[in-house]
């Protein structure tokens, strides 16, 4: 079973499976409004794959992924505003929510999110180079462990204040109203539907570039740093460059989800990408087993779904329910859910040992 | 044997120590050590506790700050950032054998190889085990073991699965501490014929407590005491030495084995 897992075939049959139900299983049996939900619900899950490998296989426990999504979301916002204000009024128009606080001039920094290149290019690029530095600076000087999660905590949330003070990307409100994709006008159903469809595609091509990674020589590297960062600079690696590519590409992948969330979702602001929001991310992947592959995938959506379906329900009561989940799997259970079969198979192992025992 | 290997014209010393001082907040751990270490050669760094030897170890290998000099093949080590200095085949181990617990013995010995691979190298899955590795492997006697997680091998075999990642890192310079800590009789015998196996071609030091293990593998002694250089020399020149007698040599076995044991 394992060995099948592992083979070539077992990952394509693997992959072929993730497509069905994606591609196949979701559109057929949720209405438009649950696939919008679901295509938001797959952002975070893209989020998650990167968290799972910077700090499932890296050891970075990195509470500030809402930094690279909101550079991500809001980067492809400004693209998505500014085009909306030149099929209003022409080249070089003012966003309406500009127009609104009475500001005529357009500030140069958004001049180039004109172009949907420069806005993809920006997209994976920027946040990526941002984590690759901050993670050079960082891990050349060996911050770690609870140091490093504080640091990036907090980074998330001077990045949220930073951007409620910011006039000219919407203050507290954010961004919002966004007409048109790359010229596909947002509100058409089967707009939204292609939409859901890039996002689930996103996923799994994130899932897959994450699986090359752990199995490749770079991946077994990754968790010697983890495991025993020491020997692993006295073998004569810098494992600090180890750690920068995993921080960085969980970075793209954050990044790249918030892009796809502004479409997704119509919306973004400070909100959705401070310190709580950063908390979200790591909760789902906590849940579902960050050492593994899938489990971030699933735990997303787990964590993502409930709240939205149970927080319907039980407003109040859901926020505590979600904390004692935590807790009870940090806990109990610290491979998250997708160590469950491991630990049965370990239970069973035991029982059968005991049984031998006595009969014997 | 050992007075064979004195006898003989010396080879240049692969490493150099001159007037190593650490010192940590105005105590100095190491203060004023000269040490050369020689190809063939299997040199025992021995001294009571707080000697300095563990912290001679760390600066030899970047983890300590020192003054003086420390070269290896006439090239200065001191101010290089640990995996560089790794990189010019200095390497060691920790009293605690430290592998790589949640990868397999094969895996530990790929990434020990693969200093230098590049980053394209790197992002592709390992088709087939380097030579060297598997050749490390029967040299280590872990070649029954290839597929076996590294946290589960009994004690001793993860300090030779340590010491066999220092083989494939190609290091000629070997720093081991406390190699045979915690082993049983047969092990040790086993462990003392690799590090003259090993030490063929290459320079070995070993920090060790335990005496009997010393006068039966040394080709070279030297005894630090207080971070000093008590007494450098062979085997039998070094035992007969009074201070040595006074300060490490004269305690008890039953010290001996408390000082170890603390360690």
Known sequence: ?????????????????????????????????????????????????GIGLAWGRGGMLTLGQGVFFGMGAY??????????????????????????????????????????????????????????????????????????????????????????????????????????????????????????????????????????????????????VRDAEARVRFLGYDAA?????????????????????????????????????SIMFLLGVAIGGRATLLGPVVGALAVAWAQTTLSEQFPSAWTYAQGLLFVLVIALLPGGIASIPKLAG??????????????? | MNDTALSRPAPDPVLVCRNVEVDFDGFK???????????????????PNGAGKTTLVD????LARYTGSITKDGEELRGK???????????????????????????NLDIAAGASRGPLTLLRRRKTLPETVTDTMKRIGLD???????????????????????????????????????????????????LHDIAAERAVAVVEHDMDFMRANASRVTVLHGGAVLAAGGVDEVSADPRVQEVYLGTSDHQETADAAAA
Not at chain 1, 196 to 222: D, K
Not at chain 1, 246 to 275: E, H, N, Q, T, W
């Open chain 2, 29 to 47: 751990a190491v203060a004023g050590v000269d040490l050369e270490l020689r190809r063939g050669e299997v040199h025992f760094l021995i001294g």
């Open chain 2, 144 to 194: 029954d073991a290839a597929d076996t997680l590294a946290g589960v091998l009994a004690h001793g075999r993860k300090q030779w699965l340590e010491i066999g990642m220092l083989l494939v890192g190609d290091a000629d310079v070997l720093l081991l501490d406390e190699p045979i800590a915690g082993m049983g009789h047969d092990e040790r015998e086993t462990t003392g014929r690799l």
């Open chain 1, 75 to 224: 980067l492809m916002a400004m693209h998505l505003k500014m085009a909306d204000a030149e099929f209003r009024s022409g080249p070089g128009a003012v966003p309406d929510f500009m127009e609104l606080a009475g500001i005529r001039e357009l500030p140069a920094y958004w001049v180039p999110f004109a172009s949907p290149a420069f806005t993809i290019a920006a997209v994976l690029l920027l946040p990526t180079g941002l984590a690759a530095a901050l993670g050079l600076a960082v891990f050349k000087r060996r911050v770690k462990g609870a140091y490093f999660a504080i640091l990036s905590q907090a980074l998330a949330g001077a990045f949220a204040i930073l951007l409620i003070g910011q006039q000219t990307l919407g203050g507290f409100n954010g961004l919002s109203y966004f007409r048109y994709f790359f010229g596909f006008t947002l509100n058409d159903p089967v707009n939204q539907r292609m939409l859901y469809f890039i996002t689930a595609a996103v996923l799994l091509a994130v899932v897959a570039l994450a699986l090359q990674l752990r199995r490749s020589r770079y991946g077994e590297l990754l968790v010697a």
């Open chain 1, 241 to 277: 460059n180890v750690k920068v590519v995993a921080y960085a590409v969980a970075a793209l992948f954050a990044s790249v989800a918030g892009a796809l969330f502004v479409p997704v979702v119509g919306i973004i602001s400070p909100a959705s990408i401070g310190i709580i929001p």
């Open chain 2, 81 to 107: 950032k640990v995996h560089r200095i790794a990189r010019k085949g200095v390497g060691r181990t920790f009293q605690t054998a430290t592998v790589f617990e949640n990868l397999t013995v094969a895996q």
């Open chain 1, 1 to 49: 079973m394992r060995n099948f897992a592992q083979s070539r075939l077992g990952t394509l049959s693997g992959f072929a499976a993730g497509a069905a139900v994606l591609f196949g299983l979701a559109p057929l049996v949720l209405s438009g409004f649950r696939l919008g939900l679901f295509a938001q619900f797959i952002c975070y899950a893209i989020v998650a794959v």
């Open chain 1, 346 to 360: 370990r239970v069973r192992a035991k029982n059968q040992a005991r049984t031998l025992e006595a009969t014997a």
């Open chain 2, 59 to 62: 600066a030899v290998t970047g």
